[in-house]
């Protein structure tokens, strides 16, 4: 079950326990239940109103009661950003390899490897893209992706490509399926149920949370509508574990953990603004030009997390969704282009317009900073040559693209190690062939 709505001031509790929501106040002396008050700031005191993000969580026991954090092991979880050195190429890579459970148990966070990113946790400036590729859930474990007062790395914005995930967090549970996304937020615990082989992308936002983007000249409706995005109802666990639940920290980029007895989601009650939320992609309202030409592709922005600078975002979720083409006069295809953005695709399903061979869903695309890119020659020809009839485009696909004004570094991970890089990429834009004519002239009417 979900609460229906974006940035709400939501409130839940679990019917098992009725009236477990403290009345007229955050912090009784003696909650209802025995419980412990426990607040989730995911921004500054004193930000204002439109902008403040807090939760108030009523649990059995307090995230406080745990054994110290100790170091543990990344695995290819990183943000060091100068492992190799920079590569202004277009990169593509095939679709990432999934591990075998006959071969090994591989869960949500040892089955994470970080792509591509800029910036740094510790100035709260800068976002990160994973991938992540797993066979099994997480047991008795959660990741803790930092914490809810000063240890923050970043929301995770995570988007399944092959597999539904089961995810359960301190404000209760989600299904999220292919063509579905959801954002856990800073500071906020969840563990990650898999029912097979299951891959996806993530990214990571350091400093600023998502927002729906401004609609403009668009109006007040449009895009992704507020009410579709959905946030779990209030579900608790009272549950002790004679071995101990391992809560992962991720801390400045690292990984830490430590040990509790008892289950992180016995969160009986909870109110507030701050939640994790989904959304499923079928339901964005496309915006599209019906006359000539492109309008730019930032109308299919779903979500946005600003930067300091009016107008530039430090990441944008877009989209590429089925729509229908209707403009005159025009290549209706994405035109060849050099952005001061860097653009890192994605394919959920089915074959990306501009190009429909080696662009597979589970892979991947990084046009760097001003680094050009556009259709391949097939689809140039065919779509210059094309009769102008309206027809539907993108029909059974899903691409997406994660946008950032950051200059993206590629880990070693992505370069080297996952053996996935596609070195021919290059060469679908080899064949493209002059077709000036100095002797052209307009024809007459």
């Not at 990432?96 to 946790?121: M, N, Q, R, W, Y």
């Not at 109110?271 to 499923?280: A, E, L, Q």
């Not at 089915?350 to 892979?363: L, M, R, S, T, V």
Request: charged share 20%; proline share 8%.
């Amino acid at each position: 079950e979900y609460l229906s709505g974006f940035g709400n001031e939501f409130s839940s509790e679990d019917p098992r326990c009725p009236g477990s929501l403290p009345e007229g106040q955050n912090n009784p002396q003696v909650c209802p239940y025995g419980l412990y008050a426990e607040q989730l700031s995911g921004s500054a005191f004193t930000c204002p109103r439109p902008t403040n993000k807090r939760s108030w969580l009523y649990r059995i026991l307090p995230s406080v009661r745990h054994k110290p954090y100790t170091a543990m092991h990344c695995g290819n979880l990183t943000e060091k950003w100068d492992e190799v050195e920079p590569d202004p190429n277009q990169l593509r890579w095939m679709p990432f390899t999934i591990p075998k459970s006959s071969e090994k148990k591989v869960d949500f966070v040892t089955g994470l490897h970080t792509l591509c990113g800029a910036g740094d946790t510790k100035s709260r400036n800068g976002i990160g893209i994973h991938m992540f590729t797993c066979n099994t859930s997480m047991v008795d474990r959660c990741l803790y992706n930092s914490e809810c007062f000063n240890n923050s790395d970043g929301d995770f914005l995570i988007v399944p490509q092959q597999g539904e995930i089961l995810i359960t967090t301190e404000f209760g549970k989600m299904m999220v399926e292919p063509n579905e996304i959801c954002v856990i937020q800073q500071g906020m615990r969840f563990s990650v149920n898999v029912f097979g082989e299951t891959r996806g992308y993530v990214l990571e936002v350091y400093g600023a949370h998502f927002e729906l983007p401004d609609l403009g000249p668009i109006g007040a409706n449009g895009l992704a509508n507020p009410r579709d995005f959905l946030t779990p109802v209030a579900w608790y666990e009272d549950r002790e574990v004679a071995t101990g639940y391992t809560v992962i920290n991720k801390y400045q980029g690292k990984l830490f953990s430590s040990q509790q007895s008892f289950s992180p989601f016995n969160v009986v009650a909870w109110h507030g603004n701050y939640t994790p939320y989904k959304y499923n992609l079928d339901n964005f309202m496309v915006i599209n030009c019906v006359a000539f030409d492109h309008a730019d592709p930032s109308i299919f922005t779903v979500l946005t997390a600003k930067s300091s600078r009016p107008g530039v975002a430090m990441a944008d979720f877009v989209i590429f969704p089925p729509r229908w083409g209707v403009a005159d006069h025009t290549f209706r295809p994405p035109y060849y282009h050099r952005n001061c953005m860097s653009e890192f695709m994605g394919l959920i399903k089915g074959h990306y317009e501009a190009k429909e061979e080696g662009f597979q869903p589970g892979g991947g695309t990084l046009h760097s900073m001003m680094t050009p890119h556009g259709p391949d020659r097939d689809c140039f020809e065919k779509s210059s040559t094309a009769l102008l009839k309206p027809e539907r485009v993108a029909d059974g696909t899903m691409a997406f693209m994660f946008e950032s004004s950051f200059s993206m570094a590629v880990t070693k991970w992505g370069l080297e190690t996952c053996q996935r890089l596609d070195k021919s990429y290059y060469q679908c834009w080899e064949p493209l062939r002059k077709h000036f004519d100095p002797n052209w002239r307009p024809s007459k009417q």
